[in-house]
């Protein structure tokens, strides 16, 4: 079966300046996301563990020393205190980021704006990588949906208010940066690892956007923590 990821659609529709449509996506798989979390407690799903917030953040640390070795162990020095916060999370993480969804039957040459602008939840797929095995706050999979370089801050903010996420609260302080920081520190690490395969895999995207969120929030989780 044919099918073209979300993240490619929005990075396409993106480059369009097709905010509108960028917008109809997004709310779909936000109101999708929200009906999962409203009805967890009623699905199947397999045996769950405590994030391993020591192994996840210290590699962060680890990677961040070349850059800044000061915020570095500023950071891991807050390893408890993050770990302590993630003692209360009971969400399920599902991965939500639109890369782990297609729309079946469409590719990146026969894409038709007006057929996207109707898409149905029902005509998005969703494949779950991570077997839901990490426990989190509700607000991660937004934070995988909606921290991307295609989204404004205006359409961020209003599809989490939408779907009443808060994430001045402390926890989702901790949390976002959590996730931001893992998705900077993969980045960082294919890029240079790998930098011809980086440009080949991630064409298009901003890798200091991925910065400048992680930043934003470290700072946040520093003064909150």
Not at 100 to 125: A, C, F, G, K, M
Not at 147 to 158: G, I, K
Not at 170 to 183: A, K, P, Q, Y
Request: charged share 30%; with cysteine.
């Amino acid at each position: 079966m044919l099918g073209t990821s979300v993240f490619r659609i929005l990075e396409i529709l993106h480059k369009k300046n097709d905010t509108h449509t960028i917008s109809h996506i997004l709310d779909l798989l936000c109101s999708s996301l929200e009906t999962i979390h409203n009805n967890v407690d009623s699905l199947s799903i397999p045996q769950t563990q405590k994030y391993d917030i020591e192994t996840k953040i210290g590699e962060v640390c680890d990677f961040l020393k070349e850059e800044n070795e000061d915020i570095a162990n500023e950071i891991k020095e807050k390893i408890p205190k993050i770990a302590e916060v993630f003692e209360d999370a009971k969400t399920p993480f599902f991965d939500r980021t639109p890369k782990n969804y297609i729309v079946p039957h469409v590719t990146e040459s026969t894409i038709d704006i007006s057929s996207l602008r109707s898409l149905e939840q029902s005509d998005i797929l969703y494949f779950d990588f991570t077997s839901v095995g990490d426990l989190t706050f509700e607000c991660d999979d937004y934070v995988s949906l909606l921290f991307h370089y295609f989204v404004t801050d205006d359409l961020r903010e209003m599809l989490l208010e939408k779907c009443s996420i808060d994430l001045n609260l402390r926890e989702n302080v901790v949390c976002t940066f959590v996730r931001l920081s893992r998705f900077w520190v993969r980045h960082a690490y294919y890029k240079k690892a790998h930098p011809k395969a980086y440009q080949k895999r991630y064409p298009y995207e901003d890798f200091n956007y991925y910065k400048e969120k992680m930043c934003e929030y470290t700072d946040k989780m520093l003064k909150i923590i």
